[in-house]
């Protein structure tokens, strides 16, 4: 029965260790993966904020044609004249991009202003007594919001590619030099890095809610 009993306690703590041992490695993935948006969010501000300034002027009108060639009210042949036009103006791939990463940095804001590895973690702990509303009041809802928001990370880097290889078709590469590293190698590397930045973080938020389901 002695036996019985030290076997008893010896799985017990051992269960106990190994639940700790993993709880630290989830915590451990966690940091870094916010370490990494930490990094995405700094690349956007770099990105943005390097652009060169287009006039007010040139964006009213780039934003008329923009809509006129939207516009199915109007013939084919004049709608496919105005996106020739925009096709070809490189201020036009620069605004669309600036608009695209503005919405983007607000939502990454978002996340960072209401999530991060410890808020995420006592956050799942005190499941099942969480509110109902709010992206970021919960864990379930909070990763769908993740999961839309990657969505959105990796669109913007797609048009990046695209755009960036349009300006420089038109010879005016110069206007992303102090926005984006111009060594061809070190972009593609950190393009695929950021794109991972979102999934990492909804995956150690799995691992917590299966730490906490295994707890039990």
């Known amino acids: ?41 700094q690349f956007l501000y770099k990105f943005e ?11 009213k009108s780039l934003k008329f044609l923009d809509s006129r060639w939207k516009d199915e009210s109007i013939s084919i042949s004049l709608r496919k004249q105005t996106f020739k036009e925009l096709w070809e103006d490189s201020d036009y791939h620069q605004l669309q991009l600036q608009e695209t990463s503005y919405k983007l940095i607000k939502e990454l804001e978002e996340i960072k202003k209401n999530s991060n590895p410890v808020k995420d973690k006592n956050l799942i702990n005190s499941l099942p007594n969480v509110s109902s ?34 300006i420089e078709m038109l010879g005016q590469q110069e206007r992303l030099n102090k926005s984006l590293d111009n060594n061809a190698q070190n972009f593609a590397y950190r393009v695929a890095f950021y794109k991972i930045t979102i999934p990492s973080i909804i995956d150690c938020n799995l691992e917590y809610l299966e730490a906490k389901r295994t707890s039990k």
């Open 1 to 41: 029965m002695k036996k019985y009993f030290t076997a008893l306690i010896f799985s017990i703590l051992s269960t106990v260790v190994a639940a700790d041992s993993n709880l630290k490695y989830i915590d451990e993935n966690c940091k870094r993966a916010y370490s990494t948006f930490e990094e995405l969010l």
């Open 133 to 166: 509303f709010g992206d970021y009041q919960n864990p379930y809802k909070k990763l769908k919001e993740f999961t839309r928001i990657q969505n959105n990370v990796r669109d913007f880097f797609e048009e990046l590619e695209k755009r960036k290889s349009k």
């Open 49 to 59: 904020g390097n652009l060169p300034e287009i006039k007010e002027s040139k964006i």
